[in-house]
């Protein structure tokens, strides 16, 4: 497990998942918040993985230059950022206009029906 990950399973889910999805949250609400694109979402997540490689090194002794592990641990990073992200988008389409969209399930909207104002 430890090659796989690059560190111990307490350390991924300590540090990766606990420490660093919650900043992966904050950056999903961040970015949503300010109508960023997607594709900064996906930046930001791989700079959260590099600093995470970076800790599991320095404070715990891991593989610095892991491979699988800088995968394993950015996508995990990165599917917890795109979910809030996602998450966020739609709160914000919703509540920002809503005369003309309504929540499809957690991760999505639609278009009212009858959402165009009368002229």
């Known amino acids: 497990m430890d090659g796989v990950l690059g560190s111990s399973l307490p350390v991924f889910l300590g540090l990766t998942v606990l420490v660093f999805g919650g900043c992966g949250v904050l950056t ?4 949503a918040e300010g109508w960023k694109p997607l594709s900064s979402a996906i930046a930001y997540s791989i ?6 490689r970076f800790l599991v090194w320095g404070l715990f ?4 230059l ?5 995968v394993v641990h950015t996508l995990v990073i990165g599917a917890i950022t795109l979910t809030t992200y996602r998450i966020s ?3 914000r389409m919703v509540s920002q206009y809503p005369w003309l ?3 499809s399930g957690p991760f999505g909207w639609r278009e009212r029906v ?3 104002l009368a002229q």
């Open 114 to 116: 009858g959402g165009t």
């Open 61 to 64: 002794g891991g593989q610095l």
């Open 101 to 103: 969209y309504e929540r």
């Open 47 to 52: 700079l959260l993985g590099l600093g995470d």
């Open 89 to 91: 988008m739609a709160r």
């Open 28 to 31: 999903g609400q961040t970015l």
């Open 66 to 70: 892991s491979v699988y592990g800088f």
